[in-house]
T-cell receptor
Framework: QKEVEQDPGPLSVPEGAIVSLNCTYS??????FMWYRQYSRKGPELLMY????GNKEDGRFTAQVDKSSKYISLFIRDSQPSDSATYLC???????????FGTGTLLAVQP | ETGVTQTPRHLVMGMTNKKSLKCEQH?????MYWYKQSAKKPLELMFV???????ENNSVPSRFSPECPNSSHLFLHLHTLQPEDSALYLC??????????????FGPGTRLLVL
């Protein structure tokens, strides 16, 4: 079983839709959870960083962590074509500070 | 220049060639990383340097040889690569020294094709 599972997509939505991106994980020691956005031909850039369980909101983006279910989500409200990118979840904790990444979900927001 | 820069952006090499990838960070960080990103696979951590010392080698084949002459520069020397080494190679940096999980800042990557 992979430590982090993420549906690679692609996920295609119309402009203005609410997008839900998700990752599951198996290591209960993970405490740090991140979402990176990667545009085509660019490196990943940090979008959201949460510690332990709960929600965090930043503009149109909300990150949720449910440690009991080992499940994290990223919601994008009022999605825009400029949100079209690959979204990578990453997490760490326990015996190592090494970030473990998901495969990324390719999102396309259609105008 | 700002952030993390990488050169070259694209590289095509034969299996007998020797080439080097360069990374430079302008963020005043002390930790630098090399990752490999292949299609449909998660980012794979290759090497970590903290304050110029290698602190992680993630079982990377010896045909990849990293070098960190100072906290701002990181190189990846390549020799006798295989076609399966074709991928996007990403460099990242972080503050370093905290002992905890740090935010990593990525460069744009070098797209490598091995023929």
């Amino acid at each position: 079983q992979k430590e982090v599972e993420q549906d690679p997509g692609p996920l295609s939505v119309p402009e203005g839709a609410i997008v839900s991106l998700n990752c599951t994980y198996s290591n209960s020691a993970f405490q740090y959870f991140m979402w990176y956005r990667q545009y085509s031909r660019k490196g990943p850039e940090l979008l959201m960083y949460t510690y332990s369980s709960g929600n965090k909101e930043d503009g149109r983006f909300t990150a949720q962590v449910d440690k009991s279910s080992k499940y994290i989500s990223l919601f994008i409200r009022d999605s825009q074509p400029s949100d079209s990118a690959t979204y990578l979840c990453a997490m760490a904790g326990g015996a190592t500070n090494k970030l473990i990444f998901g495969t990324g979900t390719l999102l396309a927001v259609q105008p | 220049e700002t952030g993390v820069t990488q050169t070259p952006r694209h590289l095509v090499m034969g299996m007998t060639n020797k080439k080097s990838l360069k990374c430079e960070q302008h963020l005043g960080h002390n930790a630098m990383y090399w990752y490999k990103q292949s299609a449909k696979k998660p980012l794979e951590l290759m090497f970590v340097y903290n304050f110029k010392e290698q602190t992680e080698n993630n079982s990377v084949p010896s045909r990849f040889s990293p070098e960190c002459p100072n906290s701002s520069h990181l190189f990846l020397h390549l020799h006798t690569l295989q076609p399966e080494d074709s991928a996007l190679y990403l460099c990242a940096s972080s503050q370093g020294g905290s002992g905890g999980v740090e935010t990593q800042y990525f460069g744009p990557g070098t797209r490598l094709l091995v023929l």
